[in-house]
């Protein structure tokens, strides 16, 4: 009903009403974050994954955490899954998953920010300590009206942090604001140029620095002697080694996200890294489902080019015979453009493709998968040969779990660990995928009837 009135009400009318829920909603709960160290994690990838691993570094440190991103919320050490489809949930739920974080005893709050919740003032009545930046590529451009208003609304975080004197916490005195920000990205210094007490800035070996001058001193975080495998990866910061077990380049980069901001924090390298050598993976990022199968089950989020290209780099590494991908792309005002690009890219890396419903939202899912489905026939597949369109999801990934043999990788992306497939009127229909993948892997060997 929302979405429909709002095609009618100015945009300056619905911006009052973004602005004066955030406040409202902040003073219902007492202003709960000005009682927590607040950290915003945003970017275009790696968010959820970044958001995680810093609680599990100040976890390992021996912290009380608060978490909400796309996949997870946590409450001192309590997880549920997030079942509200929305990275960045609506005021009222936010203030107060804050106020139960101060309740519990929490210190610190880790909150994925979303680009499309920061234009909704959802950031509003939460003071940030620190924001961190992890990339930048073309994503929700039509949402947001082409990719300068994409980064300017990222670059609210930043600009906001100041806007707020530094807290007084108990035990720990001035809470300095802090700055993390991926050094490997061409827009890097946007970000960095934002007012801030300490900046850091990360990279991981065969990177350079981006040629440009921040105008306060900056701390850079380099991952050395990187080594990528088949089941994570492993390098050195300032001499001490870490291990993690997700794979590829870009959860090196996740890593030193988290550790920039441990060290922002004080905590120690050898903490930090007994930390992230626990975390075996995070819900729905490059997930296995192992149930004693011959081949191997991915799930992975990668909801656009960019990030798919990331896992494939990760999937290429591990010993394969052919790659099986389901795949599909959203509705709903979701970048149009980018579905063929994700077919093409399909049609290039995988074996056999197959293109199925994800998130139609209002718009006809049959269009939406012709439109990845012509990408994929522009890098070569045939239709029923090497690339299938089955509308039904769950049809599409027993298809392909059927068709593995022996050393096949069966890749799904398009939905991670989210809880549910979203159809016309905003219908949420429940879904788990690497529930079904489990139960369909299981079927199949016949550990069901």
């Known amino acids: 009903m929302f979405a429909v009135i709002k095609k009618f009400v100015p945009k300056p009318l619905l911006q009052l009403y973004h602005w004066a829920l955030a406040h409202l909603a902040a003073a219902w709960y007492a202003w709960p974050s000005r009682r927590l160290v607040v950290i915003g994690v945003t970017g275009t990838n790696g968010k959820t994954t970044v958001t995680n691993l810093i609680a599990r570094i100040l976890e390992e440190a021996g912290e009380k955490v608060g978490l909400t991103s796309t996949v997870n919320f946590r409450i001192a050490g309590q997880d549920v899954l997030n079942d509200k489809k929305m990275t960045m949930p609506g005021r009222f739920f936010l203030q107060k998953m804050l106020h139960r974080m101060v309740e519990a005893g929490c210190r610190y709050a880790v909150i994925?920010?979303?680009?499309?919740?920061?234009?909704?003032?959802?950031?509003?009545?939460?003071?940030?300590?620190?924001?961190?930046?992890?990339?930048?590529?073309?994503?929700?451009?039509?949402?947001?009206?082409?990719?300068?208003?994409?980064?300017?609304?990222?670059?609210?975080?930043?600009?906001?942090?100041a806007k707020h004197k530094r807290k007084v916490m108990p035990m720990r005195g001035d809470?300095?604001?802090?700055?993390v920000v991926n050094l490997e990205s061409e827009h890097a210094w946007d970000f960095l140029d934002a007012p801030a007490d300490k900046k850091y800035g990360f990279l991981a070996d065969g990177a350079e620095k981006p040629a440009g001058n921040v105008a306060w001193p900056m701390a850079i975080v380099k991952a050395l002697d990187v080594q990528l495998k088949p089941d994570g990866s492993s390098f050195v910061v300032r001499e001490t080694r870490f291990d993690v077990k997700m794979p590829g380049r870009y959860n090196v980069l996740n890593a030193m996200a988290a550790i920039s901001v441990g060290l922002s924090q004080g905590i120690p390298l050898e903490t930090m890294a007994k930390g992230l050598a626990k975390v075996d993976n995070v819900p729905g990022r490059f997930e296995r489902i192992e149930e004693g199968q011959d081949f191997a089950v991915i799930v992975d989020y990668a909801p656009e080019p960019e990030s798919l290209r990331q896992v494939y780099a990760a999937v290429e590494r591990l010993p394969h015979k052919r790659i099986i991908h389901v795949l599909g792309s959203a509705g709903g005002g979701r970048d149009v453009a980018r579905r063929p690009i994700l077919g093409k890219l399909a049609g290039e890396k995988a074996d056999i493709a197959i293109?199925?419903?994800?998130?139609?939202?209002?718009d006809e899912p049959r269009l939406i998968i012709e439109h990845v489905a012509a990408g994929a026939i522009q890098?070569?597949?045939?239709?029923?040969e090497t690339l299938f369109k089955i509308e039904d999801r769950r049809e599409a990934i027993e298809k392909a779990i059927g068709m593995a043999e022996t050393g096949d990788v069966v890749l799904l992306t398009g939905k991670g660990a989210e809880q549910a497939i979203v159809g016309r009127g905003g219908k949420m229909t429940p879904w788990d995928e690497r529930v079904v993948a489990r139960e369909l892997v299981r079927r199949r060997l016949g550990k069901l009837q």
Not at 112 to 126: C, P
Not at 131 to 155: C, D, Q, R, S, W
């Open 175 to 179: 809470v300095k604001k802090t700055i």
């Open 112 to 161: 994925e920010t979303s680009s499309q919740g920061l234009e909704q003032y959802r950031h509003l009545g939460i003071e940030y300590d620190v924001a961190v930046f992890t990339n930048l590529t073309p994503e929700h451009i039509e949402a947001h009206g082409g990719f300068a208003n994409y980064k300017n609304a990222k670059l609210k975080l930043f600009h906001h942090l």
């Open 379 to 384: 890098a070569g597949k045939k239709e029923e």
């Open 355 to 362: 293109v199925t419903n994800e998130d139609p939202y209002d």
